[in-house]
């Protein structure tokens, strides 16, 4: 069994940063993406960020610039950076991880419960 807690979240004001960590735990074999995922109120649940295992990542074009994905494998954790955050940012922030708990299983989908972000002035 695979857990994520995400953590960092809060209210920051427009032109702020943030930086959001993903630890994931227990049972994990292998982890072959990690993924950052945001939902406003509202709205559908949408990616934003994604890093596989091989180093490749890929941004929702609105975070392109100011938002970056980065991975600590030893530590399996994955972080979210945020620059010059805007209202439009204002969302629930969810890790999400590909990951296979042991070597019998196919990879299954993890969420971590997710972690408020707020920006305002």
């Known amino acids: 069994q695979v857990q994520l807690v995400e953590s960092g979240g809060g209210l920051v004001q427009p032109g702020g940063s943030l930086r959001l960590s993903c630890a994931a735990s227990?049972?994990?074999?292998?982890?072959?993406?990690m993924a950052w995922y945001r939902q406003a109120p509202g709205k559908q649940r949408e990616l934003i960020a994604l890093?596989?295992?091989?180093?490749?990542?890929n941004y929702q074009d609105s975070v392109k610039d100011r938002f970056t994905i980065s991975r600590d494998n030893a530590k399996n954790t994955a972080y979210l950076k945020m620059t010059n955050l805007k209202p439009e940012d204002t969302a629930v922030y969810y890790c999400?991880?590909?990951?296979?708990?042991?070597?019998?299983?196919?990879?299954?989908?993890?969420w971590g419960q997710g972690t408020q972000v707020t920006v305002s002035s």
């Open positions: 999400n991880a590909v990951a296979r708990p042991n070597s019998w299983s196919g990879p299954y989908n993890y």
């Open positions: 890093i596989t295992s091989g180093g490749s990542i």
């Open positions: 227990g049972s994990i074999f292998s982890i072959n993406a």
